[in-house]
C-alpha cells in the first residue's frame, strides 16, 4: 500500500508497510497516484495508466524505472506479510500506566470540558492520599516485569489535590528500587493554583507537564473563565512562563483546545510560540457526542484542515518550536509493534478516580458499564481489559484501508465508543484529522531536509 | 534518481526485529489526552 499526497506544495510517496518516505516531482507523483492502490508494480506501466497522463510513453518509462527500482530495494510497495498481527494481541497485560485523577474538583469552568466541569458528572471529590497510595501498590503489583511505570496527576485540577500529589510522588519513590520499578510522573494542571513551592516541586519530580493554555486572551478567556465568571489568562500565563524558565531541559507541553467557537487555532499556537515564548506547544480539537456545541465535526473539517496546513507553513523554518503533533519521528519513532496497539487504555493504562474506581482511561470516568474494578478491593475486570486488549490496527475494519495505521495506531477507543458507540469503529473527524497532521509533517520533515523546496 | 528522492528508508519493517519491550510510554500520557499519535513517542531502546 502506498499513499501520495501533497501537502505543502510538496509531492510525496509514503510506502505503508514498511515506513519508507519519497519526494517526487510532479510527473512521478501523478504516475503513481494513479497505481497507488496497486498490489506491486507490473513491469511496465500498464497503456490505460499511460494514455490517461499527459506524459510521452518514454518519459513515463523513465518514471517507471525509478518506481521499479524502488519496489526492488524493498522501499515501495512492501507487502504486510513481515508483520504477524498476533503481535499486538496481548493477553492479561500488565497494567504499567495510571492517570490518577486525584481531584474531581475544578477551579475552572471550561466551556468544553468532557469532564463535566472537573467532577466527571459523579459530584466534587479529593482523592485521598490512601487511595493514591493502593493505587501505586495496584500498579506495582500489576505492571509485572515492566520498569518503567508512568503516573499522570489529572483531574479535574490536580493541585487542588496537592497534599495527595506530593505523598504519592513520595510514597512511590521511597519503594520503586526494591520492586524494581522506575516512576515517571507527569502533571496536568490549568495553573491557577501554582506558587512557587508547586512550581519548583514540578521541576524536580515531575518528567512532563502539561500546561493548559488556549492560546490568545480573548479565546483562552471565552473558553476558560473561573468559577466567578473572570478570565484565567492574566493569572496563569506569568505562572507558565515562571516554571517554564525553571524547568531546564525537562519536558512540558502549553496545550490548548481549539472548538468550533474559536477555530483558528494557527494564531494560538503562534501566540503561544512568539508571543509568549513557549516552545513546545500543543492543541486538540475539542470533541464530544454529535450535537456537542463545541466539538469539531465532519462540517469543520475543511477549515481545521486550513489551519493545519497554515500552521505547517509558519513553523516551516521554525525548527525551535516543537509542536506536538508535526513532530513525527520517522527513523527512531516505536517499533512497528507498539504502532499496532496504540496506547492501551483500558489493559496498559487505567484511570483512577478519587473513590479508587478504576476505569480504561479518563474519557470512560463517570460511565458505569466501564467500571473495571478498584484499587482498595483489588479489583480487576480482566474480560473487559481483554476487550481492550483485543483492539488493534488489525481489529478495527477503518484501519486496514487506512495509510495512516502505523502513526496513530487505531486511533482513540473512547473518540470512537463516544461517537459511534463503538470501541472498533474510530471517530471519523479525529481520524481526517490526523491523517492532515500526519502529512503537513512528513511535508515539513521533506522541505527542511532540502529534498524539497 | 532522476526523479525521486528517498527521505527515509524502511525503517518500520526494520524495527519489527528488536521491538515490542514494552517500556515505551503510554501514547496518551504525553500531551494531547484526546487523540492517539504514537509516531512521535521514543523507543526507549534507542534513547
Known amino acids: 500500500m502506498v499513499h501520495t499526497f501533497t501537502a505543502l506544495d510538496c509531492p510525496i510517496a509514503l510506502d505503508v508497510n514498511s515506513g519508507a518516505v519519497h519526494v517526487l516531482d510532479e510527473m512521478t507523483y501523478n504516475v503513481l497516484r494513479q497505481v497507488e492502490h496497486y498490489e506491486s508494480l507490473?513491469?511496465?506501466?500498464?497503456?490505460?495508466?499511460?494514455?490517461?497522463?499527459?506524459?510521452?510513453?518514454?518519459?513515463?518509462?523513465?518514471?517507471?524505472?525509478?518506481?521499479?527500482?524502488?519496489?526492488?530495494?524493498?522501499?515501495?510497495f512492501v507487502k504486510s506479510d513481515y508483520i504477524d498481527p498476533e503481535w499486538a494481541v496481548v493477553k492479561d497485560a500488565p497494567v504499567k500506566a495510571l492517570c490518577l485523577n486525584v481531584a474531581h474538583d475544578c477551579n475552572l469552568r471550561c466551556k468544553y470540558c468532557f469532564a463535566s466541569t472537573g467532577d466527571f458528572g459523579t459530584?466534587?471529590?479529593?482523592?485521598?492520599?490512601?487511595?493514591?497510595?493502593?493505587?501505586?501498590?495496584?500498579?506495582?503489583?500489576?505492571?509485572?516485569?515492566?520498569?518503567?511505570?508512568?503516573?499522570?496527576?489529572?483531574?479535574g485540577e490536580p493541585l487542588m489535590a496537592w497534599d495527595t500529589v506530593k505523598k504519592t510522588v513520595e510514597y512511590a519513590r521511597s519503594i520503586e528500587k526494591e520492586h524494581g520499578k522506575n516512576f515517571r510522573f507527569t502533571i496536568t494542571t490549568n495553573g491557577m493554583l501554582l506558587d512557587e513551592e508547586k512550581m519548583e516541586y514540578i521541576n524536580r519530580e515531575m518528567k512532563n507537564c502539561v500546561l493548559s493554555l488556549d492560546g490568545r486572551k480573548e479565546v483562552n478567556d471565552d473558553h476558560r473563565p473561573t468559577a466567578g465568571g473572570q478570565g484565567?489568562?492574566?493569572?496563569?500565563?506569568?505562572?507558565?512562563?515562571?516554571?517554564?524558565?525553571?524547568?531546564?531541559?525537562?519536558?512540558?507541553?502549553?496545550?490548548?483546545?481549539?472548538?468550533?467557537?474559536?477555530?483558528?487555532?494557527?494564531?494560538?499556537?503562534?501566540?503561544?510560540?512568539?508571543?509568549?515564548?513557549?516552545?513546545?506547544?500543543?492543541?486538540?480539537?475539542?470533541?464530544?457526542?454529535?450535537?456537542?456545541?463545541?466539538?469539531?465535526?465532519?462540517?469543520?473539517?475543511?477549515?481545521?484542515?486550513?489551519?493545519?496546513?497554515?500552521?505547517?507553513?509558519?513553523?516551516?523554518?521554525?525548527?525551535?518550536?516543537?509542536?506536538?503533533?508535526?513532530?513525527?519521528?520517522?527513523?527512531?519513532?516505536?517499533?512497528?509493534?507498539?504502532?499496532?496497539?496504540?496506547?492501551?487504555?483500558?489493559?496498559?493504562y487505567v484511570a483512577v478516580t478519587p473513590e479508587g474506581d478504576i476505569y480504561p482511561c479518563h474519557q470512560f470516568v463517570g460511565n458505569e458499564d466501564f467500571r473495571m474494578g478498584n484499587v482498595h478491593e483489588d479489583t480487576f475486570d480482566q474480560e473487559l481489559a481483554n476487550q481492550f486488549n483485543a483492539l488493534n490496527i488489525y481489529t478495527k475494519p477503518a484501519c486496514q484501508e487506512c495509510w495512516a495505521r502505523f502513526y496513530c495506531s487505531g486511533g482513540c477507543a473512547a473518540g470512537g465508543y463516544n461517537v459511534n458507540g463503538d470501541l472498533a469503529e474510530p471517530a471519523y473527524v479525529a481520524c481526517e484529522l490526523e491523517r492532515k497532521r500526519l502529512e503537513c509533517a512528513i511535508a515539513m520533515k521533506a522541505i527542511r531536509s532540502g529534498l524539497a523546496d | 534518481m532522476k526523479h525521486i528522492k528517498t527521505l527515509n528508508g524502511a525503517t518500520l519493517k526494520q524495527s519489527a526485529c528488536s521491538g515490542g519491550c514494552g517500556e515505551c510510554q503510554t501514547s496518551c500520557q504525553s500531551a494531547c489526552k484526546t487523540s492517539c499519535t504514537v509516531a512521535n513517542q521514543q523507543c526507549e531502546q534507542q534513547k
Open chain 1, 42 to 76: 507490473p513491469d511496465t506501466c500498464p497503456e490505460r495508466v499511460v494514455q490517461r497522463l499527459p506524459y510521452s510513453p518514454e518519459e513515463i518509462d523513465e518514471v517507471w524505472k525509478e518506481l521499479k527500482e524502488l519496489e526492488q530495494a524493498g522501499l515501495l
Open chain 1, 123 to 155: 459530584g466534587r471529590k479529593i482523592m485521598p492520599f490512601e487511595t493514591a497510595k493502593a493505587a501505586i501498590d495496584f500498579v506495582i503489583r500489576r505492571s509485572g516485569k515492566r520498569h518503567n511505570i508512568e503516573v499522570d496527576f489529572f483531574g
Open chain 1, 232 to 348: 484565567s489568562y492574566d493569572r496563569i500565563v506569568p505562572r507558565y512562563q515562571k516554571l517554564v524558565a525553571g524547568r531546564g531541559d525537562k519536558e512540558y507541553y502549553v496545550r490548548g483546545t481549539y472548538t468550533k467557537v474559536h477555530p483558528d487555532f494557527a494564531a494560538d499556537v503562534m501566540h503561544a510560540a512568539d508571543d509568549l515564548g513557549f516552545k513546545n506547544v500543543s492543541v486538540e480539537p475539542a470533541t464530544g457526542k454529535p450535537g456537542d456545541p463545541f466539538a469539531i465535526t465532519e462540517a469543520e473539517l475543511p477549515a481545521a484542515k486550513a489551519e493545519y496546513e497554515k500552521l505547517a507553513r509558519e513553523l516551516l523554518h521554525r525548527p525551535d518550536i516543537n509542536f506536538f503533533h508535526f513532530f513525527v519521528d520517522l527513523e527512531q519513532g516505536p517499533c512497528v509493534i507498539k504502532r499496532m496497539r496504540g496506547c492501551g487504555a483500558g489493559s496498559e
